[in-house]
């Protein structure tokens, strides 16, 4: 059974930096993907990073390119991301979300519908 533990979340102030960790049990590391999602309130969840244990390939949203980074512990199976010069617009729940990599559409890796796996959420806070 997949399970995925994210947390690191906390109020920061805008420019700022937080590490969210996504501790991942149970998954095929051969065939699997985690990705980071974002949902501020009334707005629909957005998909932020992603990162592919099948080959390494990584995944950004325009909105967070050069400011956040993804990284994988694959000894410890967890899932960073180092978000800097955080901006109020960040703000949200952050989630940790996994996938079988190879059911997943090329070009929809950011999408939440290819993922069956979710964490409980982080939450983030900017303040400016």
């Known amino acids: 059974e997949v399970r995925l533990a994210d947390s690191g979340g906390g109020l920061v102030q805008a420019g700022g930096s937080l590490r969210l960790s996504c501790a991942a049990s149970g998954f095929p590391a051969e065939d699997f993907a985690i990705a980071w999602f974002r949902q501020a309130p009334g707005k629909e969840r957005e998909g932020v990073s992603c990162f592919s244990y099948t080959d390494g390939t990584t995944y950004y949203a325009g909105s967070v390119m050069g400011r956040f980074t993804i990284s994988s512990d694959s000894a410890k199976n967890i899932i960073y991301l180092q978000m800097n010069n955080l901006k109020p617009e960040d703000t949200g729940v952050y989630y940790c979300?996994?996938?079988?990599?190879?059911?997943?559409?090329?070009?929809?890796?950011?999408?939440?519908?290819?993922?069956?796996?979710w964490g409980q959420g982080t939450q983030v806070t900017v303040s400016s």
């Open positions: 979300a996994g996938a079988n990599y190879g059911l997943v559409a090329r070009g929809e890796e950011l999408s939440a519908e290819e993922y069956d796996y």
